[in-house]
């Protein structure tokens, strides 16, 4: 048995056919086209489903998707986005994808998919209580209660990157101040740096001249670990989870602040159990695969989603 699995993100769009097992067989991505509007991106995860389907050769039993925005994984339409995605709230994308598949359509946050895929593939294997952290141009995350994704009354569980920080200081994407997302996301550590050295850096770069130990790039690699530590030890004393899930690229070069952080989280006086996700950016799909997979055997739906 094996399903579609599509991960809607703010630059590209990623689809993949996953077994039963976890194999992925094949995939292939597009651009999303966000700037252009909901009817450009649907347009787009449509070739892009059609152009795996067609590589792999295979027959799927359901589609999975995993989307930007807080999503109603009942009705699977967008209930809020960022002005990352234009006119993206509203967009009732699983009726949309059904018929453009003609296949049972499963949705879910993407990060909310991407706690999924750990769970089933990746670091959450058996953990009952954890909370996924993704550092990417937001700061998103999901909760595992109980085993299960917790989708909460309005379907905004695990917004950590919207929980207070600095009120009043720095705006955030949501359009409130202070909220952690502006510190900790890793496009904040870019932008930080970018402005102590008068241009325009990704995060990539502030690594790499952090392992340099270029002033600027330590400052402000420091600053953020700072930030995101005190979001940790937020999320540990309010939420208690055996395990804290940090996913995301800039994750994948952990290596390089990965002593730091733990030093400034050894400091605290709760401890917090912090894990790299295992499935790095491909978590939100195989997350997504397996809601489709669930499709196919109903029973396994409340195993996973908590509803």
């Known amino acids: 048995m094996e399903a579609l699995g599509i991960d809607i993100g703010g630059t590209k769009i990623r689809a993949g056919v996953i077994s039963a097992e976890g194999r992925l067989v094949c995939t ?5 086209r966000a700037s252009e509007g909901p009817g450009a991106v649907l347009e787009q995860v449509g070739t892009v489903g059609q152009q795996v389907l067609t590589q792999c050769l295979r027959s799927v039993c359901g589609v999975g998707v995993a ?29 949309e994808l059904a018929r453009t598949f003609r296949l049972p359509v499963a949705i879910l946050n993407d990060v909310n998919a991407a706690a999924v895929g750990e769970q089933w593939l990746g670091a959450a294997q058996g953990i009952q209580r954890a909370v996924v952290v993704a550092l990417g141009t937001g700061v998103g995350g999901a909760l595992i209660e109980g085993g299960r994704v917790a989708s ?33 996301a890793s496009a904040a550590l870019a932008a930080d ?18 392992r340099t130990g ?22 540990q004393n309010g939420f208690d989870p055996e395990r804290v899930i940090l996913a995301g690229g800039i994750v994948d070069n952990a290596a390089d602040y990965w002593p730091l952080l733990m030093e400034l989280l050894d400091a605290q006086s709760v401890k917090v ?9 491909a978590a939100p799909l195989y997350g997504a695969a397996r809601l489709a997979l669930n499709l196919c055997d109903p029973e396994r739906r409340r195993d996973t989603i908590s509803e």
Not at 28 to 32: E, G, K, L, S, Y
Not at 156 to 176: K, P, S, T
Request: a negative charge; charged letters at 20%.
């Open 67 to 95: 989307s930007a925005g807080r999503i109603d994984s009942n009705t699977g339409a967008v209930l809020f986005s960022t002005d990352a995605f234009k006119d993206w709230q509203g967009t009732p994308i699983k009726a």
């Open 214 to 235: 270029e002033p600027a790039a330590r400052v402000a690699v420091e600053e953020w670990l700072r930030a995101l530590a005190t979001l940790l030890y937020s999320i």
């Open 273 to 281: 159990d912090v894990h790299q996700a295992q499935l790095g950016s």
């Open 28 to 32: 292939a991505q597009v651009p999303t």
């Open 152 to 184: 909460g009354a309005h379907f905004a569980a695990g917004e950590i990157g919207h929980m207070a920080y600095r009120a009043g200081d720095r705006l955030c994407g949501c359009g409130q101040r202070g909220c952690f997302e502006p510190y900790v």
């Open 193 to 210: 740096y970018s402005r102590s050295v008068g241009r325009n850096c990704a995060g990539e770069e502030v690594l790499a001249a952090y």
